[in-house]
């Protein structure tokens, strides 16, 4: 016989269906503004009342602990909440906190909350007095609401509405599933820097991941060619970096790989350059693009050291500092000698073709191709076969 249908079966019915019907591309589109916001150097800040007060403060320990995002969420600090609800009224307490926080336009303003904000109906207005702040000053909004998102979803770069399937159960699965989407989001490839305690005590031995490795001039910036021959930029003026670069490495983050640059830098040793310079180049690649870590070479041949590509040192080095998987790792370069140093390490390769004028690697590439667009799509592509192999054997 039968057992009839339980409230505790509805409910879980019901969020089942709020799981079915989130919608996946805002939840990748969320996870790269927050890669992009902490590229940028921007901070996060949080804006949540009543029970989404209290998943802003546990999101905020989670981006800062997991993601390495600077965040905060006003609604922590209650001595400062209530003096300014106490001298300056409820609607205007969240902008108040931003004006004094200085957000600035590389910040991000991220929203919990049912309704949105609705100042006709006198709901949650200072969500919507912070969001009017926040769009005056040109910061991002991302926002995680129900229903139909009220104000937040009028201005949000990015809005996550959860779905409602139940209108009587529209507030407990709205702050329910803010909880799923911001862990989500930290544990997005994209947006995720270190394991949780759980996860990294998991197991005696680290997991391995695949990895691409960059070379530097020509592949992240533009190198500048004489003679049919790449030369690095001689100072920061001249580092500009190749257009659309920042959307192209999240895209690779976003499936799972680690990216690290491999950069031969010679010029150091033959006195041409100084470490100061190169320190500043990298600082500013570090602060720009999605990148885990920065492996550099300043030897010349002559110096006969095992880092400088081709051979695989820095490609070695990387391995035993991150845990990765050569064999499911690609080398992206513009010579030779990344080729080369890729095939020696067990890696993938792939060359982008310039022209140059210049040897020939001793084994020919996996793949040539015209961009580093075109790089990230074929091992992207690659990967996904990869993965239908393995499901099919």
């Not at 600090?77 to 600035?104: K, M, P, Q």
Request: proline share 5%; charged share 25%.
């Amino acid at each position: 016989m039968r057992a009839e249908n339980t409230f505790a079966q509805q409910f879980l019915a019901e969020a089942r269906q709020v799981i079915d019907r989130l919608d996946r591309d805002r939840l990748e589109a969320a996870a790269a503004l927050l890669a992009q916001t902490r590229a940028a150097g921007g901070r996060l800040f949080i804006l949540g009342v009543g029970g989404s007060a209290a998943n802003a403060s546990h999101a905020v320990n989670d981006f800062r602990k997991i993601a390495g995002i600077e965040a905060y969420a006003p609604t922590d600090n209650v001595s400062e909440l209530t003096a300014r609800v106490n001298d300056e009224g409820w609607a205007s307490v969240f902008e108040g906190w931003l004006r004094v926080s200085r957000l600035r336009p590389s910040d991000l303003v991220m929203v919990f909350s049912v309704g949105g904000g609705n100042l006709e109906k006198n709901v949650s207005p200072n969500l919507v007095a912070a969001l009017q702040y926040a769009t005056g000053v040109g910061a991002k909004i991302l926002g995680v609401v129900g229903r139909d998102g009220g104000y937040t979803a009028k201005v949000a770069d990015v809005c996550i509405i959860i779905p409602t399937v139940n209108p009587a159960h529209l507030t407990p699965h709205t702050e329910a599933f803010q909880a799923v989407v911001w862990h989500l989001l930290v544990s997005h490839p994209a947006v995720k820097r270190q394991l949780s305690k759980w996860e990294s005590t998991a197991s005696a031995e680290p997991q391995l991941r695949p990895a691409v490795f960059l070379d530097r001039d020509g592949v992240l910036n533009r190198a500048l060619v004489r003679d049919g021959k790449p030369h690095t930029p001689a100072s920061l003026d001249e580092f500009e970096l190749v257009p659309g670069i920042a959307v192209t490495l999240l895209d690779l983050k976003a499936r799972g790989f680690a990216l690290f640059v491999v950069t031969n830098q010679p010029d150091v040793a033959r006195g041409n350059q100084t470490r100061a310079v190169i320190d500043a180049m990298h600082a500013s690649l570090a602060s720009s693009l999605p990148i885990d870590d920065i492996f550099v070479c300043y030897h010349d041949d002559a110096d006969h050291c095992a880092c400088r590509k081709p051979l695989p040192g820095l490609l070695f080095e990387a391995q035993r500092k991150h845990n990765i998987d050569l064999a499911r790792s690609f080398v992206v370069g513009d010579r030779w000698r990344d080729i080369d140093a890729g095939h020696a390490a067990g890696c993938t390769t792939i060359l982008i073709d310039y022209g140059y004028r210049e040897p020939k690697p001793q084994r020919p590439p996996d793949a040539v191709v015209k961009s580093l667009r075109e790089a990230a799509d074929w091992i992207i592509a690659r990967s996904l076969k990869g993965t239908a192999d393995e499901v099919r054997i």
